[in-house]
């Protein structure tokens, strides 16, 4: 058996495409925060899970974009719609391509223009926190994170439902 591998992607920015712009892009890694935890009784220390740790997408794109400038200072921590498509297909003779979409909102961090140079590509750096992640493939959500509302759904079930009927969040 061989390994699906990503064949081509794309970013699009709330909507628009940014194909033949876009470089390259690092996707939100998925990370719990956690603390070491050794108390009476215990063998041993283990890592209590305190939660998720912050999202973040980035992308550099071989132009100065003015859509991706527009979008400069939009109030709301989840103002700016960013998705990530990719077909993924391993090289097996009867394979079927994977459709790979990562969908998150944020709003731009930091936006840098870098160094411009005579012969060179003058390109823009956009640093993106996310407040929403989702993650789907072939159209199945495999996982969907709302930092705002609290919910953490993997695989169609609300790992955070019982949390927020606790705290008085949802009856």
């Known amino acids: 058996m061989l390994a699906k591998t990503i ?5 699009i920015v709330d909507g628009r495409t940014m194909a033949g712009l ?24 283990v890592e209590t899970d305190l939660g998720l740790s ?26 700016t719609p960013v ?3 990719a077909g993924a297909r391993s090289d ?10 990562i969908a998150v909102r944020g709003r731009w961090k930091k936006i840098s223009h870098g160094t411009a140079k005579l012969g060179e590509v003058a390109k823009m750096s956009i640093e993106m926190p ?8 072939n ?10 509302a ?10 955070q439902a019982d949390i927020r009927k606790a705290i008085g969040l949802v009856s």
Request: overall charge negative; aromatic content about 10%.
């Open 150 to 159: 609290g919910t953490e759904i993997v695989d169609g079930k609300d790992r």
């Open 54 to 79: 912050g999202l973040s997408l980035s992308f550099t794109l071989t132009e100065f974009n003015e859509d991706v400038l527009r979008a400069w200072g939009l109030f709301g921590a989840g103002a």
């Open 92 to 101: 097996e003779n009867d394979a079927n391509t994977d459709a790979i979409e």
């Open 139 to 148: 159209g199945e959500a495999l996982i969907e994170i709302d930092l705002i």
């Open 83 to 85: 998705r990530f498509l």
């Open 130 to 137: 996310c407040s929403y992640y989702r993650y789907r493939v």
């Open 22 to 45: 876009a470089e390259d892009v690092t996707l939100p890694e998925l990370e719990r925060t956690t603390e070491s935890l050794r108390n009476a009784g215990m063998l041993g220390p």
């Open 7 to 11: 064949r081509n992607w794309m970013v």
